[in-house]
């Protein structure tokens, strides 16, 4: 039986088929699309109507190669989201969370709700494109809100496009800020404080929980009869659910974001956490992903396409690896979130601080390697500190894992052992959760036996 998890990234999204044989999880790439911002109206948007395309044309090609799915489910990175009329149509664009759309938002819904308040009952730090910002942005310069009947995230959307059916997902709904951390369920204290309909808004459900069949319109146009199941919606929330291993840990889920933590039973609210930038999101199980985001292999990634992707990511590494300069950046400072010109940003940062200009490519490089990884050991050290428990070990997830250099910085600024994939580890963690709800896993445990069983994991 084959199972289809579609990942949807900032850059690009791919359909993966997998399989349990001799328990062993497979996986096969199918199809791959590109995906990125559009310039909208003076604002940085996402091509719904072609990401669809894209997901039916990966639908497709499962059927050409003679491997249909039973199940499928699609993940996404969060905040993102649509709001439709009472026709099903979407109101506006569907602006990105790198658009500055946002600037002074957080200061304006302090003025309705303090900080300290937002804190303890969503457990989810500032970050100034949460989708309560952007939400209320929508509010300040729209009418939107007033005619909206549904609020989705764009893998819901893309569910309710696919089945005909609606509904939030548990792990999506926490990273927007307006979820309560005890109830699971959207803050209604909060929404009504900051004018925000409640009505929009449903219950979250659990991942693994069945969408339902695919219309006909879509059976008929894909060739395709499965059943869409809730994934981890986050697409971090998929790739910690792949860790290879039921010991307390922390992980990283490392790729365009670094998001860097441990799985707790319930929400620290702790003043500590909330200092340090800590934040409290849904587990595929319905536990605490208590992380932090950092701003992770963006920045390379930045780097070589502002090099007109002239270099690899292996000779970008090389030149890293080959300097030797010392000045170090904040790679969480806004700065580097969305500025015309990584390099740029860099040079008048350390310009700022005092430091020696970089001479060279390998020189800014060198400085963003080691300043990831030295970001890296101040996280654990915090974690450590916060919750009281001590951890030996650091697994990496995700893309970055294959990257050996981060990985062996990891590992001298954290004092951890590292362990590193697997590198598909967020469609894995989508396809466990399917073979899950489908009972060919009975339990996580089970699931994550098999993952280490199934994808080389390297010691670092």
């Not at 009869?225 to 971090?236: E, K, S, Y």
Request: glycine fraction near 8%; charge should be negative; charged fraction near 20%.
């Amino acid at each position: 039986m084959y199972y289809l998890a579609i990942d949807i990234g900032a850059s690009s999204g791919r359909h993966v088929l997998g399989s349990l044989k001799n328990g062993k999880i497979e996986i096969e790439e199918v199809y791959r699309f590109k995906n990125g911002n559009v310039k909208r109206n003076g604002h940085l948007c996402w091509e719904l109507d072609r990401l669809y395309a894209e997901i039916k044309n990966g639908m497709k090609k499962c059927v050409e190669l003679g491997k249909k799915p039973a199940y499928m489910g699609i993940d996404c990175f969060g905040v993102d989201f649509v709001l439709l009329d009472e026709n099903n149509q979407i109101l506006g664009d569907t602006v990105a969370y790198r658009d500055s759309r946002t600037d002074g938002m957080p200061e304006a819904v302090y003025e309705k709700i303090p900080y300290d308040t937002l804190y303890a009952r969503t457990g989810v730090q500032t970050q100034r494109f949460n989708s309560i910002y952007q939400l209320y942005s929508i509010k300040s310069t729209s009418d939107y809100l007033s005619k909206a009947k549904r609020y989705l995230h764009l893998a819901e959307y893309f569910n309710f496009l696919l089945t005909g059916v609606q509904k939030n997902e548990f792990t999506m709904a926490s990273t927007t800020q307006m979820m309560n951390a005890k109830t699971q369920d959207f803050d209604a204290e909060i929404l009504n404080t900051l004018g925000f309909p409640t009505n929009i808004f449903a219950k979250p459900e659990m991942p693994g929980t069945v969408v339902g069949k695919l219309t006909a319109e879509v059976q008929t146009e894909t060739g395709l009869d499965c059943t869409v199941i809730l994934a981890p919606a986050h697409d971090t929330a998929s790739a910690v659910m792949a860790v290879p291993t039921t010991r307390p840990c922390v992980y990283i889920s490392s790729g365009t974001w670094s998001l860097m933590g441990t799985l707790l039973p319930e929400m620290n609210g702790s003043l500590a956490g909330r200092n340090a930038g800590l934040t409290n999101e849904g587990a595929h199980d319905g536990q605490v992903r208590y992380l932090k985001n950092i701003m992770g292999l963006w920045i390379i990634q930045s780097i070589k396409k502002e090099l007109n992707d002239e270099y690899s990511f292996g000779q970008l590494c090389d030149m890293a690896m080959e300097s030797a300069y010392a000045g170090r950046i904040d790679v969480n400072d806004d700065m580097f979130l969305a500025p015309d010109s990584m390099m740029n940003a860099i040079r008048s940062y350390l310009e700022a601080k005092g430091e020696a200009a970089p001479d060279t490519l390998g020189d800014i490089l060198h400085c963003v390697y080691h300043s990831l990884a030295m970001s890296y050991g101040e996280t654990v050290r915090e974690i450590e500190q916060i919750t009281g428990n001590t951890y030996d070990s650091i697994h990496i997830i995700g893309g970055g894992s294959k990257d050996n250099y981060l990985s062996q910085l990891t590992a001298e600024y954290t004092g951890k052992a590292v362990y590193a994939g697997p590198t598909e580890a967020t469609a894995i963690g989508n396809l466990m959760m399917q073979m899950l709800s489908s009972g060919e896993f009975k339990t996580v445990a089970e699931a994550k036996e098999a993952v280490a069983a199934s994808f080389p994991i390297e010691t670092i």
